[in-house]
C-alpha cells in the first residue's frame, strides 16, 4: 500500500492531526494508497510556507524571500528544468495517473507530456512578460509594471490533474507567484511526485506546496484563507460558486473555469472523413470527463441520416476496459460519477430517446470497477437534460437543424459557453459561425478539446471567467501597477 503525505516547504510532511484518506483503483474500486486528510491548519501552514519563500521572514517588506528574489530568467531555468524532469519520469508519471483516475494508459502518456510541454511553455515565457511605458501629460514618464499577486491557490479536478497543474502552477510559478494546491482527494499521486521533482529542479522550498484532502475540508480553507491572494479553480458550477464566494469575502480574485456542453457544428457540405473520427474522440477521450468535451452534435438535416450511420458504427466498436489494458475508455473516476451517468441515461430512455449505438464492455472486467461503455442518442430536444447539462461520460447525443441560424441558436442555447466546432467548406459561414457562437473557444474543422498549451482557454456565460494557458495566463497570474514619474 502506497503512503503519500502532503507536500509543504519542500517536504513530505503528515495532517496536523494525523488523520488519512484511502484512494480506491478505478479499474478494481480497491484501496491501493492512502494519502493525508488536510484541514485548515495543514492549509495554513502551506500558505506560511509559501509566503516565506516569496517575502522571506518579515512581514511588510515583500519579495525579500528566496523565491521573491529569483529573477524572470531564473524562474524560467527552473521551470525549465522542471520540464526535463518531467520527460524523464514521463512512465513513472503516466502509471501513476493511469491508476489514480483510471484512464488508459496511452491517455495518461499524452497527460504526461502536456505536463512538460506546460513547463517548456512558460519557461520560455517567464521572461518575456513585460510592461508598457504609456503616453501622459509633458514631464512625465508613466510605465506599468506586471507584479505576482503573491500565494496563489489553485484546485484541482480529478480529470486532468497533471495537465491542470502545468496550465495553471506553471504559468502562476513563471508570473513569481508561490503556490498552494488543493488536487481532487481522487487523484493526487501525480502532483504530489510533480512537487517533489519541482524541489529536484532547484524551486526554493515553500514556493510549490499540495495540500491532499476533502473539497469541503482542505479546499474550503484554502477558499476562505485570507493570505491567499487569488484562486484558481476548474470544477462544477456549484462548487465553483462557493470558492468564489469564499473568496470575496477577502476580496480575492478568482478565475473560474467550470466546464461546459460543447457543441460540434455539422454543415451540408461538412467533410465527414475528417470529422468522424475527431467527433468520436472528442467524447470518448477520458471517458467523457473532460470539460470540453464534445458532448452534442448539430447537423444540417441533409447529412442526419449518414452521420448518424457513420458515428453509430464507430461506436459500437469503441471498448471500454481496465486502465493498463489500454482500450478506447477506460473506467469512470468514481462510484458517483457513474451513478450521474447512469442517471441521465435512464431519464434518456425514460423519454424514449433513441439509442443508437452502445460500445463494448471488455469481457472479465473486475466487479467493483466503475464502466460506462459510450453510448450514442439521436434526437435529443434541446431542452433535454442531456442537451443543457454537463454529463461528464462518454454520451453523446445527436440534434439536427434546418438553417444556419437555427444552428448557430442551438449550440448557443445552453448555459455553458467553453468551446464549439464548427464543420464546413465554406469560408464566408465558418467566419460567420466564429463569430457567432458564445465560447471561449472555436475550431473550425478540427476540435482541440481545451487546445494546445499555446492556445488561450476558458468560458463564457456559466463556463467561468479569466483565460489559462498560452500568454493570456500570465497576465490573470499577475496584477498591473501604475508607475508615474514627473520629472520636469
Ligand atoms: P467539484 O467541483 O466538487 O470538485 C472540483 C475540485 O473542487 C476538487 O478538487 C474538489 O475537491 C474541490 N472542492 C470540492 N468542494 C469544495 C469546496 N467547498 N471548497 C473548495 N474546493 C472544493 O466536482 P466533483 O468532483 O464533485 O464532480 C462533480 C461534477 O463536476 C462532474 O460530474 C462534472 O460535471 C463537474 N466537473 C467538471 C470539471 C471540469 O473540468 N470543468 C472537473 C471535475 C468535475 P474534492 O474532489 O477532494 O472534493
Not at 140 to 145: A, E, G, N, R, S
Not at 207 to 214: H, R, S
Not at 244 to 256: D, E, F, K, N, Q
Not at 293 to 320: H, I, P, Y
Amino acid at each position: 500500500m502506497l503512503t503519500r503525505l502532503h507536500f509543504i516547504d519542500n517536504e513530505s510532511t503528515a495532517a496536523a492531526d494525523g488523520r488519512v484518506l484511502e484512494v480506491l483503483d478505478p479499474s478494481t474500486g480497491e484501496s491501493f494508497a492512502t494519502i493525508a486528510r488536510g484541514g485548515a491548519d495543514d492549509i495554513d501552514r502551506a500558505v506560511r510556507a509559501a509566503r516565506r519563500a516569496l517575502d522571506g521572514a518579515v512581514t511588510g517588506l515583500p519579495f525579500r524571500g528566496p523565491w521573491g528574489q529569483t529573477d524572470a530568467a531564473g524562474r524560467g531555468r527552473i521551470l525549465a528544468a522542471l520540464a526535463g524532469l518531467v520527460a524523464g519520469h514521463h512512465q513513472e508519471l503516466a502509471e501513476l495517473e493511469s491508476r489514480d483516475t483510471g484512464k488508459p494508459m496511452k491517455q495518461a502518456r499524452a497527460d504526461a507530456t502536456a505536463l512538460s510541454r506546460y513547463f517548456e511553455f512558460y519557461a520560455g515565457a517567464a521572461d518575456k512578460l513585460h510592461g508598457q511605458t504609456l503616453p501622459y501629460q509633458t514631464g512625465y514618464t508613466v510605465l506599468t509594471v506586471r507584479e505576482p499577486h503573491g500565494v496563489t491557490g489553485h484546485i484541482i479536478p480529478w480529470n486532468y490533474p497533471m495537465q491542470i497543474i502545468g496550465r495553471s502552477v506553471g504559468a502562476a510559478l513563471a508570473a513569481g507567484n508561490a503556490c498552494v494546491v488543493k488536487p481532487a482527494e481522487d487523484a493526487c499521486l501525480s502532483l504530489l511526485r510533480v512537487a517533489e521533482l519541482a524541489a529536484e529542479a532547484g524551486l526554493p522550498a515553500g514556493a510549490l506546496n499540495i495540500v491532499t484532502g476533502l473539497g469541503n475540508e482542505a479546499g474550503q480553507a484554502l477558499a476562505e484563507h485570507p493570505g491567499i491572494d487569488h484562486i484558481s479553480f476548474t470544477g462544477s458550477g456549484p462548487t465553483g460558486e462557493r470558492v468564489s464566494r469564499a473568496a470575496a469575502a477577502h476580496c480575492c480574485p478568482v478565475t473560474l473555469e467550470l466546464g461546459g456542453k460543447s457543441a460540434q457544428v455539422v454543415f451540408e457540405d461538412a467533410d465527414l472523413d475528417a470529422a468522424i473520427p475527431v467527433i468520436v474522440n472528442a467524447i470518448v477521450q477520458n471517458c467523457g470527463q473532460t470539460c470540453s468535451a464534445g458532448s452534442r452534435v448539430l447537423v444540417a438535416r441533409a447529412r442526419q441520416a449518414e452521420l448518424a450511420e457513420r458515428l453509430a458504427a464507430a461506436f459500437g466498436s469503441l471498448r471500454t476496459d481496465t486502465a493498463t489494458n489500454d482500450a478506447d475508455l477506460g473506467p469512470l473516476i468514481n462510484a458517483r460519477q457513474r451513478e450521474r451517468v447512469s442517471g441521465f441515461l435512464a431519464q434518456a430512455e425514460r423519454d424514449g430517446l433513441p439509442i443508437l449505438a452502445r460500445g463494448q464492455m471488455a469481457a472479465d472486467l473486475p466487479a467493483g470497477g466503475f464502466y460506462q461503455q459510450a453510448i450514442l442518442l439521436d434526437a435529443v430536444p434541446r431542452d433535454h437534460p442531456v442537451a443543457q447539462q454537463e454529463v461528464f461520460g462518454p454520451v453523446l447525443g445527436i440534434s439536427a437543424f434546418d438553417s444556419e441560424d437555427e444552428a448557430i441558436a442551438l449550440a448557443n442555447g445552453t448555459p455553458y459557453g467553453l468551446v464549439s466546432g464548427v464543420w464546413t467548406e465554406n469560408g464566408a459561414r465558418q467566419m460567420r459561425l466564429a463569430r457567432a457562437l458564445r465560447t471561449g473557444q472555436v475550431f473550425v474543422n478540427n476540435y482541440g478539446a481545451g487546445g494546445g498549451v499555446e492556445l488561450p482557454f476558458g468560458g463564457m456565460k456559466h463556463s467561468g471567467y479569466g483565460r489559462e494557458k498560452g500568454f493570456e495566463a500570465l497576465y490573470g497570474f499577475t496584477t498591473l501597477k501604475t508607475i508615474a514619474l514627473r520629472h520636469g
